[in-house]
């Protein structure tokens, strides 16, 4: 091959003069390097070079930093700035010397919020109509961020920036959360040089599921020896930035900081929770009417803003799951225990923002922060996930099984820490969401949508301390930050032509008065089922009632609210305004249809997160794992859930003290366990975390040799929660040695990771029985085989059999 035609097959585009004839395609100008104006010829002595096509791209001149920090599930009401009883210094001290917003929006949960401050489009162009887990087969509903919608990462990456996510992400397919999974919607595949974070919707604040950059990695301590997610976040942090700043000073950063707080589970040292002792006492319905004092006397809200029912939506309609209970029908117990649950949340934020307030110190200190517009929100109202009764094991709400009071009671003193998993209960997701109707996951309501967000940019903002009245949305974040920067999103990108922007830039409000007018017209809502449409100050908002007639949207009652007087949704002028109210319908049907938010989905948690989605790994019955992998996660592991089940292990013991685990999946939370002490085998179906625990335990003792270790789940039914009901059957090789009645739980075991394990228990351990991680010692773990297929017990303990003679 010529060397002309070795550089055009390579792309390069340049213009060839050669000793000999050339062709016209191999002298034409081809790819990425047209713009190339040197010349090359044969020999390099006689060809000139151009860098330009090969130089990166400088980001604008005197371009800031950029410092997005995003707490989950906190209402309006809950921080400091805003009047609420979380004190919160950092944000307090970064809203003082900046902008605090109190018309800014988002769309009720989270992956839906997150894809539109990533993109600036929509959730549904985002194909986040839900959180990933809820993806379903259409486009607004995929789960995947198409690559019509580029991020703002890549944009600010090409345009010579640094790009870092900490913390949470859940913008990726559940099924693409494994180690072979498709690494395209993972933050190294959106635009950012480094992550470090757990990708699915929560974890642990104990015992996080960790990935750095593009592999899963374990924590670097323990909570005894003083782990916190926060803390090491803010660590891992402040070591990027410092890095970075080290070889390329004159490059400013993009950083996306998304804390675990305040999403479930509500997990805080216990000197931050104790510094709330006794300050919710009153109740939520008193929090309500004080935090709104509050909000008027610091003009968050206007004066005269009235406050919506405790319990706003009628009970045909209503979900009983989120129905608050009044304060003064509750027990002492009741009362004592919401007002701790209460405790811990607060304590949990203001000791996250303790830690944020370190890397604003790094960058002070360190002569950045000047220039560095730090954005500090939330992504969704507060949570109502907790039920009326709260929790201490969250997990039982993705699986729709009640709490139970007593059951709580006996953790009272253990809330906030590693045992449990915990939420409280709906009246203070409705406290902290005040003076609006509803919360989380309601996005016709502002009690799901409106959050804090505060702005602070010393060389960029004039204002200092000032409120900002203007009504936006977290679709407005990447046009302000483009603004900002001096860059535009691209129309194509890496050849795909883009979708527009949806949002508005926000600039203008820096330099704007508190009650200026916004420049946004309009913003469509929906979420499971919820609708709303915002234009112009009205706000027309859709009443559902999926829980006693699925579907028929068609017949959905619609209300009217003048937000622009009437900030809190409060008076319902729908028969007032008719012809207006139809507008607006009509308005939300067109933004739903050019936005891919349809089909409309109003089915139970427990419903959606049961569908089944492709992967690239074809569905199988029988299921092969080994030890030294990492931790499978959930949505990628053999799934158990109301089947029949078995676990095959084959393993050869050398030591007769051999322990340890052999097999595990979930936490003390939910999960279950297989694994040899005091040389017997045990194995552990945790269910939910409720005690006691469903031990089986051998009636022999195990000898060095190789054995087949097995069980044997067969289900026979459904109980009243849907949970399944069967025997459960230990072996050692063909002979039982433990069976007895079992229940499985009906839903995944955690949404926080804690994966599937062998030879160790990574994270929190499923048993009590031992201590994370129960690494298996004294002889090896060949193979361990989960089957829900239909053959008999005996029949694969032959084939394991088989393999260990083959070995």
Known sequence: MKPATLLATASMAVSLTLSGPASAQETQPVGPYKDFKGKIELDVRDSVADWGPFTPKAAPKGAPNILFVLYDDTGLAAWSPYGGRINMPTLDRLAANGLTYTQWHTVALCSPTRSTILTGRNHTMNGMAAITEGANGFPGWSGRIPPQAATIAEVLRDNGYSTFWLGKDHNVPEQDVASGGDRRTWPLGMGFDRYYGFIGGETNQWYPDLVEDNRFVEPPSTPEEGYHFSKDLADQAIA??????????????????????????????????????????????????????????????????????????????????????????????????????????????????????????????????????????????????????????????????PDDIAENMKLIDKLGGPDTYEHFPTGWAAAFSTPFQMFKRYSQYSGGTADPLVISWPKGIKARGEIRDQYHHSTDVVPTLLDIVGIEMPKVYHGVEQFPLSGVSMRYTFDAKPNDPTEKKRQFYAMLGTRGMWEDGWLAASVHAPFTDLGHFDQDQWQLYHVETDRSESKDLAKVYPDRLAALKQAWSEEARANLALPMDDRTAVEILGIERPSAEPARDRYVYYPGTVPVPEGVAVNIRGRSYKILANVEIVDADASGVIFAHGSRFGGHSLFIKDRKLHYVYNFLGIAPEQDFVSDIELKPGKYTLGVEFTRTGAGPHDESIGSTKLYIDDKVVAEGPMKTQPGKFTLSGDGLCVGYDSGDAVSRDYVSPGTFKGGTILDVVVTVEKTAYSDLEQEAKRAIAGD
């Not at 040292?269 to 104790?274: C, E, G, H, M, T």
């Not at 009362?335 to 790094?362: C, N, P, W």
Request: aromatic fraction near 12%; hydrophobic fraction near 35%; proline fraction near 8%.
């Open 240 to 401: 990027m930035i410092r890095d970075q700043q080290a070889t390329n000073p004159s490059k400013p950063w993009f950083m996306w900081y998304n804390p675990g707080a305040n999403h479930a589970p509500h997990q805080a040292p216990q000197a931050y929770v104790d510094k709330y002792k006794g300050k919710f006492d009153d109740g939520y319905e008193a929090y309500r009417n004080w935090v709104l004092d509050r909000m008027i006397d610091r003009g968050v809200v206007p004066k005269g803003t009235e406050l919506t029912p405790l319990n706003p939506l009628p009970a045909d309609v209503a979900n009983p799951a989120d129905m608050v209970r009044p304060w003064e029908s509750l027990s002492p117990d009741e009362k004592q225990l919401f007002s701790h649950m209460a405790e811990v949340y607060a304590g949990f934020s203001e000791y996250t923002d303790a830690q944020i307030g370190r890397v604003i110190d790094y960058l002070e200190k360190s002569g950045q922060l000047d220039n560095t517009i730090v954005l500090y929100a939330a992504d969704n109202g507060a949570s109502g996930e907790g039920t009326p009764n709260g929790s201490v094991n969250e997990n039982k709400f993705f699986n729709g099984y």
